[in-house]
């Protein structure tokens, strides 16, 4: 008889033990969404989840009374020594390893499972674990808010536009993504190569064929360069050519907006201060040796954030940095 109770002990204590790793190995404000989401096993555990310190007297004074239990049984069956050894052996093993191995894996449904047994636990030992659990309330205060990583709120939004009738659209999770990884990328990233940008001589004269040439280009912004499209010095505004007398005239006199320049390895959330600061929509991005390598605009930032191309009446191509990869992986298969 006394081998049927140590059995039924054994499995008691690795439940308890199993349990109270399995419970706090979930994070709380975790299954409180869930369960807002509609997780059935979520919202069983959360509340007892919610009284954390509670649960936790009871799950702890459980498994204590349980291990001591072992220890007598197996005292009336062995020798003390043996009986001892045994003990330390068969919880150890059967009563800590094995099941908070099991829980940390599964704790979400194996806990569920459970929640039923637990709450009959917490009433019987109520008297003894309500007054230490509000000690420990006074004592240690209320568990630690949760810190999430950008990755971590991401799922998050993810999660509440799968659900049917969230109030998170797919445009609204596109935009919060886009917002939260747009400063893990760099100028080089977002930017217009100079392979795909049109550029014009300062002592270009404009007349007939350099207007159809700006006119067809579809942008409204155009770099100006002296001798070497290396030495871009201003940007000529499409907009300043209207009401101008441009008879004779060059782009470098037409174009009086001085260039500015920005690094390729600049972050994106630093390069968006900087429009602001600068209050200027485009900017020549040099690389690591002070050559041109295209431009960035601001248009390319906050498409970066909202998930999808700014694209104008105007504009010839939606992307010029597909375009530009395209071309560039072509030359790659002829070179094969």
Not at 44 to 73: D, E, H, M, P, Q
Not at 220 to 242: A, E, G, H, N, Q
Request: one cysteine or more; charged letters at 25%; hydrophobic letters at 45%.
């Amino acid at each position: 008889m006394n081998y049927i109770i140590v059995i039924v002990l054994i499995l008691f204590s690795a439940l308890f033990s199993g349990l109270t790793l399995g419970f706090f190995s979930l994070n709380r404000d975790d299954l409180k969404r869930k369960a807002h989401l509609g997780d059935k096993r979520a919202k069983k555990i959360y509340s007892l989840r919610k009284n954390g310190n509670l649960l936790l007297c009871t799950l702890l004074i459980g498994n204590i009374a349980v291990n001591s239990a072992i220890s007598i049984f197996l005292g009336s069956i062995a020798s003390g020594v043996t009986a001892g050894i045994t003990a330390t052996g068969l919880i150890v093993i059967f009563g800590e390893i094995i099941p908070q191995a099991s829980f940390s894996r599964h704790a979400l449904t194996l806990g569920a499972k459970f929640v039923w047994l637990v709450r009959i636990l917490v009433i019987i030992l109520y008297p003894v674990c309500w007054p230490l659990s509000k000690i420990l309330d006074k004592i240690l205060g209320d568990e630690m808010p949760t810190i999430y990583s950008k990755h971590e709120i991401a799922k998050l939004i993810e999660d509440h536009e799968d659900l049917k009738g969230s109030d998170v659209d797919r445009d609204e999770e596109r935009i919060i993504k886009g917002a939260l990884s747009y400063s893990e990328k760099t100028v080089e990233d977002i930017m217009t190569p100079r392979t795909e940008v049109i550029l014009l001589q300062a002592d270009q004269i404009l007349d007939k064929k350099t207007i159809i040439k700006i006119k067809k280009s579809g942008h409204s912004r155009i770099p100006i360069y002296k001798k070497d499209p290396d030495d871009i010095v201003s940007i000529l505004y499409v907009k300043d050519m209207i009401g101008e007398n441009l008879k004779n005239k060059t782009t470098g006199e037409i174009a009086k907006r001085s260039a500015i320049f920005v690094d390729c390895g600049k972050p994106l959330d630093d390069l968006l201060n900087e429009f602001k600061r600068k209050k200027n929509h485009l900017f020549v991005v040099l690389n690591q040796f002070g050559g041109v390598s295209g431009i960035v605009t601001i248009e390319d930032v906050l498409e970066e954030i909202i998930g999808v191309e700014i694209v104008d009446e105007f504009d010839v191509y939606e992307d010029l940095q597909k375009v530009a990869k395209k071309k560039a992986s072509k030359k790659n298969l002829n070179k094969v």
